[in-house]
């Protein structure tokens, strides 16, 4: 039973919010009662993280409730079917695989935003160190390269010749803050724009600056552009790269990005249901919306409400409504206007030690690396997408000592796709593994939501129902989302919104102090 | 967020984790707000506004500080979030002796501490509001029993001593639940038990000198535990050289050059 200022309507301000990005502004203000209902049993929704039991139940879930989920085609595989698989998996509860490892640039708007909101606190960070490329066809077992991520990496290198290291300094001191801008927020978009004009990655790096084609398939991971290089646009590629150089050192010495441990934003997640709940709200697990009818047209009413029926067949009137598509009932929802790709999430006997190099003298130990595969590396066409691998190792807390885990993702749904990641992590294994590295578990799914070129603007009706667009499909957390939210915020708050208020949120008297 | 040493003395300070679980209203927050302030309001709103408080016991051999988890409420509708009991090291499962219902509850959470948090946790069951009982007067005059608390969590004896010094409920007292019957409880579960009073401070500041003599020092000493589930050493002291944690609020300390973008 809801408390009942939610069931009576006491209080003037409702909003019900059923994503997890909305209950950041949850404590919003003092009139405003906010009411997060999640339809499933546990925290983070789409970006939720599971031990190996809680993976299967999800797999099976997302499988029956097709279409209320933003996955699809989910399955579970216990290893290779050999028995010593099973004696070297650990308990299930050893292991917190995340749906949202999503890497955080030093440069992200999300780590300020943490910070006001104090949030930061209740979340450890860590390391994200190298980038590798990989490289078939070359002589040995060693078919990963380092991808020289910083200008002392480039100087260090000794696979690039000098002349190429050349052409990309160039590059690098073109699109440096001298050239293009100090800051990379804001103010210097119509010089890249001027700059680029529409030419692909490709045709900028060959046309201006000659730098040999072998290296554009490194520039491109750095991008974490899941397209080809003659498919990603040089505007958007110039801009990500140069967040990683300007990320490099912000925290420390030889790393530019970050995950959360634990379960990335899962936990992100659980801090914003904390905070919402801190700041008064309500949080209700295991609750939907089965239906929504928005106030009569008479707009002289008093009651301009909009009503919902809850799952637990309770009723709620509501000024706001907050969610993404598949939060609301079917009825309600929209058709999505999505992008798919293919992951996977797999458990590997070994710690894979190689991928983490300390990457600069006293800085902290990478817990994370990026394995990038171009579709040619793969034996397909040059224009086919990149499959990319975070690994994590077990110093984030989500596998135990001595394995890893691998998060696979490839901008191309279905079987082809995972076809590929797992072509991509046999090599890895083969690459950086050790001879008896391999997959012990892994979890493959197909996951909808929002590509690099789709908008993510809330969709706000003058009925007060507010859309949130479909999760960010980028493997680094996608600053958009922040705007979204205070858009949100915005919309509710009305004239109440100032935005040196938002996500600010105050200590209580007393609650931290030394 | 935490120290290996504190500035102004040679003993040993090691932060602590410790998590708020009972039904709503037994005097979770009170029961926090009069041993961190030493102060107590008689109508108090359901908790909101703070997500951990921290307060200092200091030991004969060193500081503990603690880092006090409320619950914010979010008991009400849903479980806790995972991220609540992760590196938990003590949890106060706190009832209300006037109301059968809330041990029930304090039962149930205990159940989920032992399915959630770290395996080595500290819990201590805390029959609160004893101020409304009779034994309000006579508790007054307890000893004071955390000296005699070393490192056992299983704290069985001093418990059994309590049930044999009060009375069982009498004279029509608004008690509902008899201390032999929580007592009893706790001993079969290995928890500390207490029966407090937020209202007038009794037995609040022993719940948490008990709870600080118990954790183990090889959990307050020890570094990095072994990967996930071990718990329990993110937040303490001591930590290894070669670590992986990143301080947001170290920005700026590395970063007189931004890596390459020269």
């Known amino acids: 039973m809801l408390p009942s200022h939610h069931r009576n309507g006491v209080t003037s301000g409702y909003a019900v919010g059923c994503n997890n990005l909305w209950h950041w502004a949850g404590p919003v203000s003092p009139s405003t009662n906010v009411l997060h209902v999640d339809r499933n049993p546990y925290y983070g929704g789409a970006e939720a993280a599971f031990s190996l039991q809680e993976a299967e139940e999800w797999a099976n879930r997302v499988n029956n409730e097709t279409g209320d989920h933003p996955f699809e085609d989910a399955s579970v595989r216990l290893g290779d079917g050999s028995p010593e698989v099973g004696t070297q998996l650990s308990a299930s509860r050893a292991y917190t695989l995340s749906l949202s490892p999503q890497l955080i640039y030093a440069r992200s708007q999300l780590l300020p935003t943490l910070v006001s909101s104090k949030v930061h606190r209740q979340l450890e960070f860590q390391a994200v160190g190298s980038w590798w490329i990989h490289r078939p066809g070359d002589s040995g077992d060693k078919r990963l390269y380092r991808v020289p991520g910083s200008r002392e990496d480039i100087f260090a290198d000794d696979m690039i010749s000098v002349k190429s290291k050349r052409t990309l300094m160039r590059f ?155 939060d609301f009932p079917k009825a309600a929802r929209l058709s999505c206007d999505c992008d798919r790709v293919a992951r996977s999430i797999s458990v590997v006997s070994s710690s894979l030690e ?91 799914y197909t996951q909808w939501g929002r590509g690099e070129t789709r908008s993510a603007q809330p969709a706000i009706s003058a009925e007060r129902v507010i859309r949130l667009p479909p999760p960010s499909l980028d493997l680094a957390f996608d600053d958009a989302l922040i705007d979204t939210v205070k858009d949100v915020w915005q919309a509710i708050m009305g004239d109440e919104a100032t935005d040196h208020e938002f996500m600010t949120f105050e200590d209580r008297e007393g609650a931290y102090e030394e | 967020m935490s120290e290996s040493t504190s500035a102004n003395t040679a003993k040993p300070s090691s932060s602590v984790k410790l998590v708020l679980l009972g039904e709503a209203a037994v005097g979770k927050s009170s029961l926090v707000l ?116 070393e490192s056992s969590p299983a704290d069985g004896d001093e418990a059994t001593e309590e049930t044999q010094e009060e009375p069982d409920v009498s004279n029509g007292d608004a008690r509902k639940v008899p201390t032999r019957e929580a007592s009893a409880y706790a001993e079969e579960e290995g928890l500390l038990f207490f029966e407090t009073s937020a209202k007038t401070g009794h037995n609040v500041v022993d719940v948490f000198t008990a709870i600080a003599n118990a954790i183990p020092e090889s959990s307050l000493k020890s570094g990095r535990g072994a990967g996930a589930g071990t718990g329990q050493t993110s937040l303490s002291g001591g930590r290894p050289a070669e670590d992986s944690r990143v301080n947001l609020g170290e920005r700026g300390a590395a970063t007189a050059k931004e890596g390459c973008a020269c």
Not at chain 1, 302 to 318: A, G
Not at chain 1, 383 to 398: A, C, K, N, Q, R
Not at chain 2, 129 to 134: G, H, I
């Open chain 1, 172 to 326: 690098i001191r073109h699109i440096g803050p001298s050239q293009l801008g100090a800051d990379e927020a804001e103010g210097e978009g119509s010089s890249l724009q001027e700059d680029v004009g529409d030419a692909s990655l490709t045709e900028y790096l060959t046309s201006k600056f000659k730098v040999p084609d072998e290296l554009h398939a490194p520039l491109l991971s750095l991008c974490l552009s899941q397209v080809s290089p003659q498919q990603t646009s040089a505007q958007f590629a110039v801009t990500r790269i140069k967040r990683h150089l300007a990320s490099l050192g912000v925290y420390g010495p030889g790393f530019g990005s970050l995950a959360v441990k634990w379960g990335g934003g899962s936990e992100i997640s659980q801090v914003g249901c904390r905070a919402l709940a801190v700041g008064g709200g309500v949080y209700v697990l295991n609750t939907g919306i089965n239906s929504l009818d928005l106030p009569a047209e008479d707009t002289t009413n008093e009651d301009s409400r909009i009503q919902l029926l809850l799952s637990n067949d309770e009723v709620i009137k509501t000024k706001f409504v907050v969610g993404s598509n598949w």
């Open chain 2, 34 to 149: 009069r041993f961190v302030n030493n102060d107590f309001q008689e109508n108090k709103e359901p908790t909101i506004g703070a997500a951990f408080l921290t307060q200092k016991c200091s030991l004969p051999t060193r500081t503990i500080k603690f880092e006090i988890w409320d619950t914010a409420g979010q008991e009400r509708f849903a479980s806790l979030a995972p991220m609540y009991y992760r590196n938990a090291q003590a949890a106060l499962v706190v009832y209300d002796v006037t109301k059968p219902s809330s041990l029930t509850k304090a039962k149930h959470w205990v159940a989920e501490l032992q399915r959630q948090a770290s395996p080595g946790i500290v819990i201590a069951l805390v029959g609160n509001k004893l101020d409304l009982t009779n034994d309000a007067n006579e508790a007054a005059g307890e000893a004071q029993p955390e000296a005699e608390h």
């Open chain 1, 354 to 444: 190689s991928l983490f190099p300390a990457t600069a003298e006293g800085g902290p130990v990478p817990v994370g690396a990026v394995v990038a595969f171009p579709g040619a590396s793969l034996g397909r066409a040059d224009d086919s997408p990149p499959v990319y691998i975070l690994v994590h190792s077990s110093e984030t807390g989500e596998s135990p000592t001595g394995q890893c885990v691998l998060y696979g993702s490839i901008n191309m749904p279905g079987s082809d796709g995972q076809a590929l990641i797992n072509s991509a992590v046999q090599q890895l294994l083969e690459s950086a593994g050790g001879p008896n590295a391999k997959v012990l578990w892994s979890l493959r």
